[in-house]
C-alpha cells in the first residue's frame, strides 16, 4: 500500500480515549474540520461552523420566542419589545436569553425582589414601575440580562463589581 504525504492531514490515534498525533498512519484527519464525534464525544474545532452546520442560531431564535412568550416571563416586564430589539439576530445575544430561560431566575420571587431591592447597590442601570415590573429601554437591556444570568458579582476583597461568564459554585 502506498501513502501520499499530504500537508492537509494530521495523522493521528485514538486509543483508551485520547486522541494522539501517530507516527503512522492510523486514520486521516483535516487540519481544517469543523468538528468530529467519536462515541458520543464531539470535539469541535470550529465553533462558528459547527452552530452553522447544527443551524444552533435558528434554535436560539426559536427557543427567545418560547422565552418570550412565557407568561412568568414576560409578566415581570412592562413591555418585552425592547428586549426583542436588543437581542435581534445576535448569535451571542441569542445565547444568553436561552440561558435566561435554562436559569429561570425571573420565576424565583426571591430573585426577583433582591434584584428590585439590590440592583444599584450592584451598579445596574435597571428601572421599576410602581407594580414592580421592569421597564426595558435601549439603556438598560444589557443590565437586565446580566442580572438576570446572575452575572454581576462583588468581590468581597476589593469591592470592585465584575460581570462573569461563568456563575458556577466553587
Do not use: Q, W
Not at 84 to 112: I, Q
Amino acid at each position: 500500500m502506498v501513502y501520499k504525504k499530504s500537508n492537509s492531514f494530521i495523522s493521528a490515534a485514538f486509543n483508551e480515549a485520547t486522541l494522539t498525533l501517530a507516527p503512522e498512519n492510523t486514520f486521516k484527519l483535516p487540519k481544517n474540520f469543523d468538528f468530529l464525534i467519536v462515541n458520543g464525544l464531539i470535539i469541535i474545532a470550529n465553533k462558528a461552523a459547527f452552530e452553522s452546520v447544527l443551524a444552533y442560531k435558528e434554535a436560539h431564535k426559536k427557543d427567545f420566542e418560547a422565552l418570550l412568550g412565557e407568561e412568568v416571563f414576560s409578566s415581570c416586564f412592562t413591555d418585552t419589545a425592547p428586549l426583542e430589539a436588543f437581542v435581534g439576530e445576535n448569535k451571542l445575544l441569542l445565547r444568553r436569553a436561552c440561558a435566561v430561560r435554562e436559569k429561570r431566575h425571573y420565576a424565583s420571587d426571591d430573585f426577583m425582589t433582591n434584584l428590585r431591592t439590590r440592583h444599584t447597590e450592584f451598579k445596574l442601570i435597571i428601572n421599576f414601575d410602581g407594580n414592580h415590573k421592569i421597564i426595558p429601554c435601549t439603556d438598560t437591556c444589557r443590565d437586565i440580562f446580566t442580572a438576570l444570568l446572575d452575572h454581576r458579582l462583588k468581590s468581597g476583597f476589593s469591592e470592585n463589581f465584575y460581570d462573569v461568564t461563568d456563575t458556577s459554585p466553587a
